[in-house]
């Protein structure tokens, strides 16, 4: 059975795919973010390692079967290794925990100015993240 593809201009995205957020997703890999691979990740391939198409725009992908994506990739650690993970709003607000970034910084952050869009905000709480891995 083939995925349907994800259709822009009637689906409503479950994360932002949006360059932006990818760039910074890629920061927060480069500043040490670990995580564990796991069913209910999104994760984008910038280097183009996987070759079945995504059904989700620029190369981003869902983890729903670990084995499929350990198949692809060799193990666990090489998904880790060449994925790049992009948080959801609730892993990101969990991230932000586990570094100490307080409810009161993230709110802060949200309202120092006019947000336009609901991915703007994810980037802002991935900007947070990056601080504080950076300031470790």
Sequence with gaps: M???Q???EADL???PFDERNRRLAGEMKNADLTWKPH???FVWDPDHHIQPASP???RVYFILSLKRFIDLMGSGEAIADKLVWLPTWHQARLICRRL???DAAVSESL???DRNSPGEELAQVYLLIIDAL???
């Design 2 to 4: 083939m995925p349907l």
């Design 56 to 58: 989700f725009p620029n």
């Design 134 to 136: 950076q300031s470790r």
């Design 13 to 15: 995205p479950p994360i």
């Design 111 to 113: 309202h120092k100015k």
């Design 6 to 8: 994800f259709d822009s």
């Design 100 to 102: 100490g970034i307080s």
């Design 39 to 41: 069913v209910g990740c």
